[in-house]
């Protein structure tokens, strides 16, 4: 039997992701000629730089400074490091050791022998894409083979206590309660810090510091969980800000399998520079293709900022053109957690025709996505009953068309970071509404004049349009002009343009010529080379 | 008069609750609810919902009468208190009380992303059908966003000469709020712009209450509209204007 269908036109479709393409292919230059502070300390945590000095200054930090402040850092930080393992035959944490605490200065260093310095490359380089790969393949064999891949809509909780061990009480307890996936949301403002804090933490705000410890932590106790419960149990953080590669460098070592890495959000709902923002998505995406980390991308932000009905189209366009990054970034479709939500005003008459509306023409513009839906959350208000028939609405539209990823509405989303109860009731209400509305969207189809049909059809027109404008001036100028979310930014403006290098010629990063092998983008040559 | 909950009859005192305790949900779990809720001081108390939580955790959901009432004569509400105009007797009374425009800056401060609140007060577009402030012809807004740093906030207010501040604050988890807002008093009090300025903080969880206590003159709550704002401002500004 079919499912619930709109039947889009095909041409439109390939219209929108024609013109999403070009804008993006726009940019390309952008982001290869330009290298960031946080993608050059995300191949020195891949050499396996890790610790911080006793400031708690990462050490990452320190090399990438001091290259910075020589002016050499248009090299690669690699380059430098490498020379200087070959000079003092030491391994990288060493070096990084004596950077930090005894001021060796590695321009100091005179060029060493080029092929000493190539072999140590493509051995660490190697070293840690085999890391990487077998992180991937444990767990690509945990999902598929040893258990399998619960039923959609997934379910999705979050927790965010601001202490790793207090969050691993509520995570457990969550995925026995039969959440299949648990977000750590992070501490509030971590986006504009421009390091990775280390090590395990007990303080944060509205949700915990995202560390290479703390996802480690997370891990092990859901791998706990899912051996007593014979399933796996996806762990999911954030990556937008100042440190989108490294975050998601950290994620790909320590088998997460979901990352919120948009194009766009870092930029609209944190200030982070758009031309930082540009270029560290892509070298972070790529670490995301090559580690099988699901993306969840931020649409569903535009729809607190802006109104639902109004600006759906700018969710529709911010879409295709997050699935244009990813696909340039070697992506599979299936990788791509596209973003939506259901953020209708409740007191809009025939706001569910809406919803259905709008939630089905993202199912069918992308298809293979793993699309994730976000819950009610600007008008929940402290009324829990109400907010409760809201998140039941919400789970019904989602089985009814087909969504992937269903972030659980939280009944006090207006009041507090979930209490434990929270949790256990959205949870249940989800597996009320999915198992027994299991098969109804096959008892229904829609017809071409009907209201649904003609409205996903005019949100699709209206995101064609602004794609046009969009590829016309720009997406950096299009997001000047606050058609995304109705917020504006500028090129030069926000937090992280300082970070932002142009690349020498002889510009050297061995890992982005690995990702791209791997994930067979050999278009063109990225990575330079010792010379 | 003394008042009690109503369930279905006067005075009865019904309330319903609902908690987690860490315990297994068991004979012993339920008896605890019961017993914590006896001891709150509750009667006829009923655990109608035992659910397992997972782990060592289960979810009550308890019925019970309270024999506690309240007497509303001895209740004290701190509440601001002015007259609320629409945004024509605003302006007309700002025209005619006062005589020039106001220069109101806003912004959400320190860490604080969030703009939607603040904009629904500020933005032309408004809230709930009424007008923000950008839209009233005696006001002169200048919106300076979310993350903005105290240091920040003054130094505008000082380059535009400020009539009004109005603070957003809406994370408030381990008491954020209080740590940014007592800040900004602080070098308000600093830099001696306290006195010329009148300051208003707003936020779903923030009370006039709080405001006060944090030093600053009102504070508003989840639900504020626009012209609530504006008529505060118009008329404390006249006040103040009178007293000097
Ligand atoms: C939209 C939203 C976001 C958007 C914000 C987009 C934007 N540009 O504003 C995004 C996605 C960016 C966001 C991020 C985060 N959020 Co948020 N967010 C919300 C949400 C869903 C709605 C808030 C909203 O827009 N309400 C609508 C407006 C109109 O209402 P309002 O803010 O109350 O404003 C009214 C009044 O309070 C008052 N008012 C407000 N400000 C002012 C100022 C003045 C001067 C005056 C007079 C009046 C006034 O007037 C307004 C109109 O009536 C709430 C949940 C909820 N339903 O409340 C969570 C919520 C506020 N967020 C929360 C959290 C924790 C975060 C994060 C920290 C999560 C994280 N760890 O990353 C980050 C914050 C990052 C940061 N640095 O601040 C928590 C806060 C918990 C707490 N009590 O501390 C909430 C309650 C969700 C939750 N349950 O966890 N969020």
Known sequence: ?531 | MMIYPYGDTTNDGAMQLSFTLPLKASALAKEAAKSLVKKMGFEKTEVVSMQDLGGDFSFFVVYGHTTTGINTDDIQVVEAKFDHMDRVQVDEYIEEQIGRKLVVVGATIESDAHTVGLDAILNMKGYHGDYGLERYKNFEVYNMGSQVLCEDLIKKCKEVKADVVLVSQIVTQKNIHVKNLSKLMDLMEAEGLRHHIIAAVGGPRISHELALELGYDIGFGPGTIPSQVASYIATTKKERLENE
């Open chain 1, 1 to 531: 039997m079919e499912k619930l269908k709109l039947r889009l036109k095909s041409e439109p479709v390939n219209r929108a992701k024609e013109i999403s393409k070009e804008i993006v292919e726009d940019l390309m230059d952008l982001i290869r000629e330009n290298t960031t502070t946080s993608i050059e300390r995300t191949v020195l945590r891949l050499f396996g730089i890790i610790g911080a000095d006793i400031d708690d200054t990462p050490y990452v930090n320190i090399i990438v400074k001091q290259l910075m402040k020589k002016g050499v850092l248009e090299m690669g930080a690699s380059l430098y490091v490498l020379n200087a393992c070959v000079h003092h035959d030491e391994e990288p944490e060493v070096i990084a050791k004596m950077v930090a605490e005894e001021n060796l200065d590695l321009t100091e260093i005179p060029m060493g022998d080029y092929e000493k310095i190539n072999a140590l490359s493509q051995r660490l380089t190697q070293a840690a894409m085999d890391h990487i790969a077998k992180i991937k393949d444990e767990r690509d064999k945990l999902l598929y083979e040893t258990w399998s891949d619960p039923p959609r809509p997934y379910k999705y909780v979050i927790v965010a206590t601001g202490n790793i061990h207090e969050d691993v009480v509520q995570a457990q307890a969550a995925a026995r309660q039969g959440a299949d996936i648990i977000a750590v949301i992070r501490s509030t403002a971590q986006s504009l810090l421009d390091y990775v804090p280390e090590g395990a933490t007990t303080e944060g705000f509205g949700g915990t510091y995202a560390t290479q410890e703390n996802f480690r932590i997370m891990r092990k106790a859901l791998d706990v969980v899912g051996e007593e419960q014979n399933r796996y149990i996806r762990l999911v953080n954030y990556a937008s800000g100042l440190c989108m590669p490294e975050i998601a460098m950290m994620g790909a070592w320590e088998g997460l399998d979901f990352l919120l890495n948009d194009s766009m959000y870092g930029i609209l709902f944190r200030d982070i520079n758009m031309q930082r923002t540009i270029i560290d998505q892509y070298f972070s995406r790529l670490i995301c293709a090559a580690s099988h980390i699901t993306i969840n991308t931020g649409e569903d932000n535009y729809l607190t900022t802006s109104d639902a009905i109004e600006k759906a189209y700018a969710v529709t366009a911010s879409q295709l053109i997050n699935e244009a990054f990813a696909l340039k970034a070697g992506m599979e479709p299936k990788y791509m957690g596209l973003g939506h939500a259901f953020e209708i005003n409740p007191d809009i008459k025939d706001g569910l025709s809406y919803e259905i509306a709008h939630a089905l023409l993202t199912r069918e513009l992308f298809p293979e996505a793993t699309l994730k839906y976000m819950p009610p959350t600007k008008h929940m208000t402290g009324d829990i009953f109400k907010g409760y028939a809201m998140n039941t609405m919400f789970n019904f539209v989602s089985v009814l068309t087909g969504q992937d990823i269903q972030l659980l509405g939280m009944l006090t989303e207006a009041i507090h970071t979930p209490f434990m109860q929270d949790r256990y009731l959205a949870v249940k209400n989800a597996d009320y509404i999915f198992n027994n509305t299991f098969s109804l969207g096959k008892e229904f189809s829609i017809d071409d004049d009907s209201f649904i049909s003609q409205r996903a059809h005019k949100v699709l027109e209206q995101a064609i349009e602004l794609l046009e404008h969009t590829r016309e001036v720009g997406l950096m100028q299009s997001i000047e002009e606050a058609n995304f979310a109705d917020i504006k930014r500028t090129q030069t403006g926000g937090k992280g343009l300082d970070g932002v290098i142009k690349k020498s010629p002889k510009y050297y990063n061995p890992f982005e010529g690995a990702f791209r092998r791997l994930l067979n983008l050999d278009d063109e040559v990225f990575e330079g080379g010792v010379h």
